[in-house]
């Protein structure tokens, strides 16, 4: 199973930027579906963007739009989420997640998931 690793959390005001990293065990992220996943406390995890395997198709869920960038650098076997406008609803652990086939950003699709990465939005 492929393992996942996120970097870039941090404490930051509302209106800042961060970047999120996901980084693979292996060299083999490239055949992979990303995913984007975040879950506040008391809520349930939520699709925050994907990105096919190839980087040619990508989903964001309507609350980030406009605000938030995936991308993927398969020759640095990592996937990134930029986020910019962060407001304290962004509060949350994000997680990354890689799934076999491209499906969108449900949940369900993904079968490998890192440990998560806090994001917390607040003056």
């Known amino acids: 199973q492929l393992q996942l690793v996120e970097s870039g959390g941090g404490l930051v005001q509302p209106g800042g930027s961060l970047r999120l990293s996901c980084a693979a065990s292996r060299n083999t992220l490239r055949y992979y579906a990303i995913g984007w996943f975040r879950q506040a406390p008391g809520k349930e995890r939520e699709g925050v963007s994907c990105i096919s395997s190839r980087g040619g198709v990508t989903e964001y869920a309507d609350s980030v739009k406009g605000r938030f960038t995936i991308s993927r650098d398969n020759s640095k076997n990592t996937v990134y989420l930029q986020m910019n406008s962060l407001k304290p609803e962004d509060t949350a652990v994000y997680y990354c997640?890689?799934?076999?086939?491209?499906?969108?950003?449900?949940?369900?699709?993904?079968?490998?998931w890192g440990q998560g990465t806090q994001v917390t939005v607040s003056s």
């Open positions: 997640a890689a799934g076999p086939l491209w499906a969108g950003c449900p949940v369900s699709s993904f079968s490998s």
